[in-house]
């Protein structure tokens, strides 16, 4: 078995590379490119801090779109409200709107609800949040809030102008990188593991004096905080927050890279979310298909290869427990270790 | 068992790579001297696409009109198309991607969303775009942006223009009300609406119009029969409605039954032009649709007619919409625009664009300098179910409301100002 720091050390170099491929798409790219590649790094955390919650601790949300759209609303309000605001501290914000979000209808959802219904329930709360922001003047109702500056980060030494050319890409990719980086290290703590223990076994878990509901509600809350984090970071990328933001399409938006990419890896709903944008950059030409180009790649993927991409790839790698069976997501951090 | 070795590996990866690569070269194109390539980023899936196949219908009709006709200052047009799926974030995509392979004059916008989007965007990416339809007026007022056109009718333009001639047809009806969606496109309208009813009204008949507050509708819904026995109960004359698409469709198609369209006198649908009749077909009820472009209104005009005459072949359909219009109005403008400034550069086309004279399927029309918003005649039509109709419907009567009169003074950078009840 490999160490804790040897299995950093190969997670590590993973994120380097990643972070590398990111950082040569302006060097090749049009801006159009650029700004997609951008969202796709927002998406492949957003996806992450959903699979913290599926993978990690066993709950499945359908509504992870309301702290997604919470956190890109607390900084666009901001942005445009408040424009002497540090934007760190409106990251922040954005964050905390988001873990606020989590706590609400996680203190309600978790007391009430498991598994499926659970899961209808967050549903149901992300719907009330998109009809909420349709229908509140402040937030610019269905037209959403425009004009979202790309911010100055001012560090009292000096200050860094994100708005010219890419340097607020670059801020996003290296900022999603920490934040992946963050969660893995959550994962491979010690409390992951309890996490882990809880979704395998919550009985036992429970028996063994592990206070179940509460690691739920705050595994729901770090999840929450890390996609109001995607959105805060995303409101000043496309300039424009609008409701589709909170639409329940957004939040199937992780579950389908996480399948695509597979669930039972750490990197899996990263991987997804890179061939999602790259399928989707590539049928864009298709008019009227592309859309019906990545479900059926989706249903491809789903019934050949329930491990996901990366599941396909451990299955080839021959190494120990490889490819997750289908429905169940095997322990991640063994997974990487033979992925890598 | 698969045998997975090094050179496996090896050759997967430098696969993998040259099939990368290959396309690479072509992604940070430079501009094509030959042509100019005017970049048309709308829907063309989901729920929006049946209006955004007629932007590109239009679009494409337009080019080949000017291409036929000598081109753009002697350079043919190629339009190169996106689909935006009326979301932000996909115009946003594309409109980025065109600009970066050089087109940096845009059209097709129709979403209010995806159209707000594009101010700053086009600001920062230094390109240009003039929507096809976008409904709403925060575009020509308090989101204004220099880069930002609207060569059609606005909100305030269609409402004025439909609540003049309803007045002056049928002066004795004074009491309405409005089926409205619960959308920021309704709730817009129907303001524009009350402001026209209680300016206009009084002017033409020195009375008050009574209106009632509007029944708001669900976006989206499959069912409006609680709406509908709702309006029922309204003692009003006239209805107004900017129900709109499917769902205008699904509305009238539950209304009929309970006889709601015989109870009324007058029914006013703010913009669905054939949508609603060409789905009901002789079960259509009697009703004045404001319309962007109707061919027989503008019969004898030489793009009019090519336009439909070339949308019946290409599409089959003999029913045309104004989004076409509106699309082939776009291209029309940018020639008369890179023609005048005699470059197709942003700032020279912008510069150009303001208080452009142009001709288009509708006729003239003006582009305001101060908002970028294009001073155009407003058209309605009257819809009537028609036995001899091989479609079933039949417009029995259409109009032009002089848009110089009913346009509202320019105020970029200010919310428009309402009367309300």
Redesign the interface.
Do not use: W
């Given at each position: 078995m490999t160490d804790h720091r040897s299995r950093l050390h190969i997670n590590l170099a993973i994120l380097a590379v990643g972070l590398a491929a990111f950082a040569l798409v302006p060097s090749?790219?049009?801006?159009?490119?650029?700004?997609?590649a951008g969202?796709v790094a927002i998406n492949v955390v957003f996806a992450l801090s959903w699979n913290l919650l599926f993978s990690g601790i066993g709950l499945l949300s359908f509504g992870h779109a309301m702290f997604f759209a919470g956190g890109a609303y607390t900084v666009a309000m901001l942005s445009l409200k408040l424009p002497g605001m540090p934007f760190l501290l409106a990251l922040l914000c954005g964050a905390a709107i988001g873990g606020l979000l989590a706590l609400i209808f996680g203190f309600v959802a978790l007391r009430r609800a498991s598994g499926i219904y659970f899961a209808i329930l967050t549903l149901a709360f992300a719907e009330l949040i998109h009809i909420v922001i349709?229908?509140t003047s402040f937030l610019g109702?269905?037209?959403?809030l425009?004009?979202i500056?790309r911010p100055t980060i001012d560090l009292g030494l000096f200050s860094i102008n994100l708005a010219g050319g890419n340097r607020y890409y670059y801020f996003i990719i290296i900022l999603m990188a920490l934040i992946a980086l963050a969660l893995w290290c959550l994962q491979n703590s010690a409390a992951g593991r309890l996490m882990q223990a809880i979704r395998q076994e919550p009985m036992r878990a429970a028996f063994l004096g592990i206070d179940t509901q509460r690691w739920r509600l705050a595994a729901f809350v770090v999840s929450g905080c890390v996609a109001g984090l995607c959105g805060a970071a995303l409101a000043p990328w496309?300039?424009?927050v609008?409701p589709?933001l909170a639409h329940w399409s957004v939040s199937t938006q992780p579950v389908l890279y996480a399948l695509l990419g597979g669930t039972g890896v750490f990197w899996g709903p990263a991987v997804g979310a890179i061939l999602f944008g790259a399928v989707s950059y590539l049928t864009?030409?298709i008019?009227?298909?592309?859309?019906l180009t990545v479900g059926m790649l989706l249903l491809a993927v789903v019934l050949a290869i329930p491990g996901g991409v990366l599941g396909l790839i451990s299955r080839?790698?021959?190494g120990r427990g490889a490819g997750a069976a289908p429905g169940r997501a095997l322990p991640f951090t063994r997974k990487v270790e033979k992925a890598s | 068992?698969?045998n997975?070795t090094r050179r496996h590996v090896l050759a997967g990866v430098t696969a993998l790579g040259g099939g990368l690569m290959l396309p690479?070269p072509y992604?940070?194109r430079a501009k094509a001297q030959e042509s100019l390539t005017i970049g048309v980023v709308t829907p063309?899936?989901?729920p929006q696409?049946l209006i955004g196949n007629f932007v590109k219908v239009g679009a494409e009709i337009g080019a080949d009109y000017v291409n036929k006709n000598g081109g753009i200052g002697g350079r043919q047009v190629k339009l190169e198309?996106?689909?935006d799926r009326a979301?932000?974030?996909d115009a946003?995509?594309?409109?980025?991607?065109?600009?970066?392979?050089g087109a940096n004059l845009q059209l097709g916008t129709i979403s209010?969303?995806a159209a707000?989007?594009m101010?700053?965007?086009m600001q920062?990416?230094g390109g240009v775009v003039i929507t096809s339809g976008a409904g709403?007026e925060?575009i020509n007022h308090e989101?204004y942006s220099p880069n930002v056109f609207r060569v059609g009718d606005n909100p305030y333009m269609r409402n004025h223009g439909l609540v003049r001639h309803i007045v002056e047809k049928n002066p004795e009806i004074s009491s309405w009300g409005g089926i409205i969606p619960?959308?920021?496109?309704g709730?817009t309208t129907w303001a524009v609406f009350v402001d026209a009813m209680l300016t206009i009204y009084p002017e033409l008949t020195g009375k008050q119009p009574d209106i009632k507050q509007p029944i708001l509708v669900p976006y989206g819904a499959g069912d409006y029969k609680t709406f509908i026995a709702q309006a029922m109960r309204l003692p009003v004359d006239g209805i107004y409605t900017s129900v709109y698409g499917g769902d205008a469709v699904t509305l009238y198609q539950q209304a009929k039954p309970y006889g709601f369209f015989d109870k009324i006198k007058v029914l006013l649908d703010s913009a669905n032009e054939f949508l609603v009749a060409k789905a009901m077909g002789n079960q259509v009820p009697k009703h004045w649709s404001g319309f962007h472009w109707y061919y027989e209104t503008n019969k004898g005009n030489p793009l009019s007619d090519d336009l439909y005459n070339e949308y019946v072949k290409r599409t089959g359909d003999k029913y045309p919409m104004g989004w076409a219009a509106e699309a082939q109005a776009a291209i029309l403008a940018y020639k008369a625009a890179v023609e005048k400034a005699g470059s197709s550069e942003t700032d020279a086309v912008i510069e150009a664009l303001k208080g452009l004279t142009f001709d288009s399927a509708t006729g003239k029309r003006i582009i305001r300098p101060e908002d970028n918003q294009a001073i155009k005649n407003v058209e309605l039509c009257f819809i009537e179910p028609s036995a001899e109709a091989e479609s079933g419907f039949a417009v029995t009567d259409y109009v032009q409301v002089d848009g110089a009169k009913v346009i509202e003074p320019p105020t970029p950078g200010e919310p428009l100002q309402l009367k309300a009840l």
């Open positions: 090749f790219a049009n801006s159009g490119l650029i700004f997609l969202m349709t229908r109702r269905n037209d959403g425009v004009g500056r496309a300039g424009i609008s589709e864009r030409g008019h009227g298909v592309a859309d080839f790698a021959g | 068992m698969t997975l690479l992604i940070k063309l899936s989901g696409q198309f996106r689909d979301n932000p974030n946003s995509v594309a409109a980025r991607e065109l600009v970066g392979l209010s969303a707000l989007a101010g700053p965007l920062s990416e709403t925060k989101n619960d959308h920021e496109y709730r």
